[in-house]
């Protein structure tokens, strides 16, 4: 896997503000630990030194008491073979070298000075011996009495002492650089798997919703923060997607309601139109039929009296519309009164029945409705008309029902309504008639009565075969003078 270093990012901000500090202060201990260390290290090749000396100063001495040069040689040459040693001198008591060992020997001024400082004892220092740095231990030797009989000195190159210092710092250093990489690549690689990776499929989820996937979800895993990070994320787009879905049918809802404003709008125009329009024809109407009936009484023949009746035919249909035209177009509000459905039903049938036309009836129960009578005789009218022009040799039956609500109903068995034409029944000037036969008010005006009377107007099929008109009232609770009949309800 390869690790990207990108400034400013989680990895950096981990590396640099965290890693690095740490590593810092660590580097810091590593060089206070080195020093303590070197200075033990120092003091151990400086014992060392000594500890060589020691070794040697008896048969030293002894040899030196009996002059036996052969000795003294062999016993300093054996320091050589115990550790790394740079030169071995013997003195006699006055300064006199008696035996050296080594690349350059220190001088007579030098082995006095020594001679001085060896009075009180074993001592050590570093110095240059014809120009060489070194580190030489002064070893007193005494015979049997206790007088001075000579010095011995062990020297070894200052750069060798320095030389391991240098080589153990370079040691710890080299570990320090090795643990810092691991402890460098480890965190990398535990952010990459622990963080990197969660955050990075995140932001892969953030890109998907940004490129249009309004349903997609970030997957909550990883760390408690990513997890909680993720969660709020999706509550975030589910409230979004929520707050969308509103607007959206506040925004069907507004154009809905602006296209019912304009239609009202429309209406009202259409139906002030159709008033005066209607008011205009009524009297020219009224003159065309009445000359036509008198010209039927004065002329006898067959083919004049055809004619005629069709003229007055015509008359009286464009008079029908006329009148549809002019109650569509009156603004008239509902008297309601307390009214006895039998007696509305039985009135309405009438009419039709003086027209000619055959309605079948099918009682129902006893039952009373507040509503106004002129009005809700013209809706039955109506319905009855629509239902025998759909079914010219019948059956049309007008009825009514009384459960939870009152239903009076209209039913043929005409060839029914489509489904797609329901929807558009109601509209004023709407028609499924050919053209001539129909006004596309009627049913208008009805949806406009029961809105009036706060009821409603339902279509469904009929089981004689055609299609089933129903008038939806609410039953109230009715006063005692509202049982008294009232002069509205029995005109």
């Known amino acids: 896997m390869r690790l990207k270093f990108t400034p400013g990012s989680l990895r950096s901000v981990l ?33 060392d030194l000594s500890l060589v000396a020691r070794a040697i100063r008896l048969p030293v001495t002894e040899a030196l008491q009996r002059d036996d040069i052969a000795q003294l040689q062999n016993s300093l040459a054996s320091i050589f073979d115990i550790t790394e040693v740079y030169g071995a001198y013997l003195f ?8 050296s060992f080594g690349a350059v020997s220190p001088t007579r001024r030098q082995a006095d000075e020594a001679m001085k400082m060896t009075v009180d004892g074993e001592f050590a220092q570093y110095e240059s011996i014809r120009g060489r740095d070194v580190y030489s231990f002064f070893l007193p030797l005494f015979d049997r009495l206790g007088q001075p009989s000579g010095l011995l000195q062990v020297t070894r190159l200052r750069r060798d002492i320095e030389a391991e210092l240098k080589q153990l710092k370079r040691r710890s250093w080299g570990g320090f650089a090795l643990a810092s990489l691991l402890i460098l690549g ?20 953030i890109r998907k919703v940004e490129s249009g996937e309004r349903q997609h979800r970030a997957t909550e895993d990883g760390p408690r923060e990513v997890i909680r990070l993720a969660s709020e994320l999706n509550q975030m787009l589910d409230a979004i997607q929520h707050a969308e879905n509103k607007a959206r049918e506040q925004q069907k809802e507004q154009e809905r309601l602006s296209g019912q404003l304009r239609e009202a709008e429309t209406l009202a125009a259409l139906g002030q139109l159709s008033a005066g329009v209607a008011h205009e024809l009524g009297a020219p109407l009224s003159v065309v039929d009445g000359r036509a009936r008198r010209l039927l009484r004065r002329h ?25 035209l002019l109650s569509y177009g009156r603004s008239v509000r509902a008297q309601p009164h307390s009214l006895d459905v039998a007696a509305l039903i039985a009135r309405a049938r009438k009419q039709l029945q003086d027209e000619g036309l055959q309605i079948q009836l099918k009682e129902g129960p006893t039952c009373r409705i507040r509503g ?9 009218i109506n319905l009855m008309r629509n239902a025998c022009q759909a079914c010219p040799d019948g059956p049309v039956t007008l009825g009514w029902q ?57 279509i469904h099929n009929s089981h004689l075969g055609g299609a089933r008109f129903e008038l939806h009232f609410t039953i109230r609770e009715e006063s005692a003078d509202e049982n008294q009949p009232a002069s509205g309800a029995s005109a």
């Open 186 to 205: 480890a965190l990398s690689l535990t952010h990459q798997r622990a963080i990197g990776q969660p955050l990075q499929r995140l932001l892969d989820s």
């Open 402 to 458: 009384c459960e939870d609500g009152v239903v009076l109903y209209v039913e043929d068995a005409g060839p029914g309504i489509p489904p797609e034409q329901i929807e558009h029944l109601f509209r004023p000037f709407y028609t499924t008639k050919a053209p001539g036969e129909g006004s596309g008010l009627g049913l208008a005006i009805v949806k406009r009565i029961m809105r009036e009377h706060h009821g409603h107007v339902e």
């Open 372 to 380: 106004d009578a002129l009005m809700l005789e013209q809706a039955l």
């Open 300 to 324: 006898t023949q067959a083919q004049d009296v055809s004619e005629l009746e069709d003229i007055r035919h015509q008359a009286q249909r464009m008079t029908a519309i006329v009148e549809q």
């Open 92 to 99: 006699d008591a006055d300064g006199q070298r008696l035996i």
């Open 15 to 47: 590396l640099l503000q965290v890693a690095l500090p740490l590593l810092l202060m660590l580097a810091v201990i590593l060089a206070a630990t080195l020093s303590v260390v070197g200075h033990f290290a120092e003091e151990r090749l400086q014992r």
